[in-house]
């Protein structure tokens, strides 16, 4: 993860937000909940506590928080500039770390790992550079011969896995937890009404335009904000009108009567369910469709207090059988909730996703919704 985020992003943010999200890194409110080479997930705490992504991918950044000035205005916050703060001084921080933990000496090393290489083959360098240093060599040599850190060729995984192997004892979930659930993944395709493929159509074609004519007279690289918030708009747009205009909260919405339609099928077979979205707004407007029909529910996202009791209750209460979660506050700690079934409301434009874990066991599945644009393109 690039240490000089600050220099790079200060432009894209307002003096005055910049100042606020100081105060909020200085006060010790950032809490780094996961990071990675391309990825880093934090909670901001201050009259609410807010989740906060940052995403790195194919030489671009993209941002998220689930404060309603950023869900609603798609405009950088004091949440994002406090979290880029606390990710650079954990960069720096992790490279002393590590480099003090190489001057440790003892008869024997021993590395823990439950994911050595889930995210780029540098962290496998780093392990086995404390465990038994340069037998990988340089970590610039390492990462030529791989190609890159996170895309190796084929031949260099190979030659890695005969390696290493003889160094690394794995066990996999199905040798340690045999009691946990099997999982099956169905994925369904909605067909928007007239009214929502209009106004996606529209949304669509607006910001294309827009953003074609800036970035052919600033570049891409000054645009990746108008980018972000283009991609973000669509999100909404696809998941229900009222993301966009809460006066809309009447408008038809394909994605979210086939979730009802599937909470409804999951109550008749008398499971448990939870709902996961990263629009807090689209999980209230699910909650007020669930209060109109009479269904129990729960509900969490970043701003809960008292997250564990009301997980206790869904676990426990067998009229609450529906649990909304936001997907970055639910990110985190989700195993201990016992259902059967897992569904996601899914953006258009996202990447697939599965949910694992669980505490039941009899197999679960997880379902995800997504919408048909054109006839070849999902």
Known sequence: ??????????????????????????????RIERTSETQLRARVRGSQTY????????????????????????????????????????GNADTESSKAVRLLRGRYRLGLSGTPVENHLGELWSLFEFLNPGMLGAASVFKVAGGTWRNP??????????????????????QVAQELPPK?????????ETAQRKLYDELRQHYR???????????????????????????????HPALLDPKRIGAPSAKLEALLAQLREVLDEG????????????????G?????????????????????ARVERFQTDPSCRIFLISLKAGGVGAEPYRRRVCIH???????????????????HRTTAFGLRVSADRP
């Not at 690039?2 to 943010?13: E, H, K, R, V």
């Not at 307002?14 to 409110?29: K, L, P």
């Not at 941002?63 to 950023?70: K, L, T």
């Not at 409301?345 to 197999?363: D, I, N, T």
């Open 271 to 286: 499971h448990k369910a939870l709902v996961f979205s990263q629009f807090t707004s689209l999980l209230k407007i699910v």
């Open 51 to 90: 989740d906060v992504e940052l995403n790195f991918r194919d030489g671009m950044l993209s941002v998220w928080c689930d404060c309603p000035y950023f869900v609603d205005n798609g405009v950088p916050c004091k949440h994002l500039w406090a979290t880029i703060l606390a990710a650079e001084a954990q």
């Open 1 to 30: 993860m690039s240490l000089n985020l600050s220099t790079q992003l200060a432009p894209q943010f307002t003096r005055s937000v910049r100042h606020r999200g100081e105060e909020y890194y200085w006060r010790d409110q950032v």
């Open 209 to 239: 335009e827009s953003l074609l004519k800036r970035i052919e007279t600033d570049g891409l690289t000054k645009s990746k904000i108008q980018v972000l918030e283009a991609l973000l708009r669509l999100r909404q747009a696809a998941c």
């Open 153 to 174: 060729t084929e031949d260099t995984r190979r030659l890695l896995a005969q390696a290493l192997r003889p160094f690394i004892l794995r066990r996999t979930k199905q």
């Open 345 to 363: 409301p899914r953006s258009l434009v996202e990447p697939g996703r599965g949910s694992a874990g669980g505490g039941s066991h009899a197999p």
């Open 288 to 308: 007020e469709r669930l209060n109109e029909s009479g269904v129990v529910y729960e509900y969490l996202d970043g701003a809960t207090r008292d997250r564990q």
């Open 184 to 192: 099956s993944e169905q994925t369904i395709y909605c067909e928007m």
